[in-house]
């Protein structure tokens, strides 16, 4: 089955199950949801947009040359810095790591700009504040950024 039918399948037995218990709540709980749901679509879809134009304007031989082809701590900063504020999903995100490589980025580079695009949000920032609170929001952030260049170095120093 494949992973998004059994979410599916998993979700709506959750929901039946928590019906069985207390209809209300549950009720309550799937409207609530769904008008989290709908406050949030749009912010959603305008990062949508960010990503198509930043994927159809930067090629993979453009973030090589911003990131460096020899790493270093410019190419460190680059990578944390495009990763912060780039807004790429995991499925792209690695085969496009793939490509840096083969264009001769180093890994330590990839680490940090690979897991700063997973953890590190800039410009989901607004959507974090609204359901977390600015100085959470924040502190998730920094402590990402700090994680991503701790997990660089340590890339940087086992490979």
Excluded at 19 to 45: C, E, S, Y
Excluded at 94 to 102: I, K, N, Q, R, V
């Amino acid at each position: 089955m494949p992973k998004d039918l059994t979410l599916i399948a998993v979700t709506v037995a959750a929901i039946i199950v928590s019906a069985a218990i207390d209809r209300r709540k549950t009720v309550h709980g799937v409207r609530r949801g769904w008008r989290m749901l709908m406050n949030l679509l749009p912010q959603f879809l305008l990062l949508l947009i960010f990503v198509s134009v930043f994927l159809t304007l930067v090629s993979p031989e453009t973030l090589a040359a911003m990131l460096g082809r020899h790493g270093g701590s410019l190419g460190v900063i680059a990578a944390a810095c495009i990763g912060s504020v780039a807004l790429v999903p995991g499925p792209i995100a690695y085969p496009l790591a793939g490509m840096l490589a083969e264009s001769g980025v180093s890994l330590t580079v990839l680490a940090v700009f690979v897991t700063t695009l997973m953890m590190v949000g800039i410009l989901t920032f607004p959507v974090e504040k609204a359901y977390l609170g600015g100085r959470l929001a924040v502190l998730r952030n920094v402590l990402s950024l700090v994680g991503a260049l701790l997990i660089g170095l340590l890339v940087g120093s086992l490979l």
